[in-house]
């Protein structure tokens, strides 16, 4: 006999259950949002860690008070009406040298050191001036490196090395012309020269013109070698020192490899050929 279908069955599974929540998974969500409302709280809005004392080292030529203002707006700029830079654990070291680089050119170097958990400490190298090089009515510092900055009074002297450029192109310092000029007033006091002023030319290239103390200028050319030029000068002086009936009336012209070209009273040129003197010491020309 077969048995008959099987009835009042039923399924129970766990999946018809439900779980209640854990009391541990609140309780560390809680912890963590007020732990998280706390940390925003402390960064943004206490003054726990605020920066209350910035400290700049005296420069010479950059004024103090210059740099605190700068630091300070940093500090106080504001981001979804906040500020966060106030606070010395958030404010970006690294960004504040870069910008103050920016803001002053005239530093060589800047260091922005945090002295937890109050206090900034600014210091730096300025660059040293050598010279003035003004374009176009405009005059900027320039130092050994060729780096130009802020405006300066156009001058001549001693001090500072004076450089007119009269080309008509946009105001930056030509390397170039920067190396053989750097070359030439290391070079002229050991001959006994003077140096008033350096002068480039807007309607020649590849020419400048050393200003000396004695009326007379010195024309040099960067196709040729600079310090082979400055050889020959001193050749031809100790040559014409024998002489003292010697003394050039406008310019010495070095422009010609193992040639010297001096004038008696007439502008420099070319053409017609200027009055040559040849050193007995040198070499004929290629």
């Not at 937890?116 to 130092?143: K, M």
């Not at 003077?194 to 013109?209: M, V």
């Not at 020959?232 to 003394?247: A, C, M, N, R, T």
């Amino acid at each position: 006999m077969r048995p008959g279908p099987i009835t009042n069955v039923r399924f129970q599974g766990s999946f018809n259950k439900k779980r209640p929540v854990s009391l541990k998974y609140v309780a560390g969500t809680a912890l963590g949002l007020f732990a998280f409302s706390g940390a925003i709280y402390l960064f943004l809005f206490s003054s726990v860690f605020m920066i209350r004392d910035i400290y700049v080292q005296d420069f010479q030529r950059i004024k103090q008070s210059d740099v605190l203002a700068h630091v300070q707006s940093m500090i106080n700029t504001e981001q979804w009406n906040f500020r966060p830079y106030r606070d010395i654990l958030l404010f970006n070291a690294v960004y504040a040298e870069q910008d103050l680089a920016q803001k002053f050119p005239s530093l060589e170097k800047v260091r922005v050191a945090k002295n937890y958990f109050h206090t900034l400490e600014i210091s730096g190298v300025e660059r040293v001036p050598i010279g003035i090089w003004c374009r176009q009515n405009e005059c900027a510092y320039f130092d050994d490196k060729g780096v130009t900055w802020g405006k300066a009074i156009p001058s001549s002297g001693a001090l500072l090395t004076a450089v007119n450029d009269y080309r008509d192109t946009s105001f930056k310092l030509d390397q170039d012309f920067f190396k053989s000029i750097q070359i030439v007033t290391k070079r002229l006091p050991e001959l006994g020269i003077a140096l008033k002023n350096i002068e480039i030319p807007g309607d020649l290239i590849n020419e400048f013109r050393v200003h000396t103390g004695a009326g007379y200028y010195l024309v040099f050319a960067l196709d040729s070698n600079v310090d082979k030029q400055l050889e020959v000068l001193k050749i031809f002086l100790e040559e014409k020192s024998k002489d003292p009936s010697f003394h050039p009336k406008k310019y010495i012209d070095l422009r010609i490899d193992g040639r010297v070209y001096f004038d008696k009273g007439e502008q420099p040129t070319l053409s017609p050929e200027p009055t040559l003197e040849q050193t007995p010491s040198l070499t004929q020309p290629r």
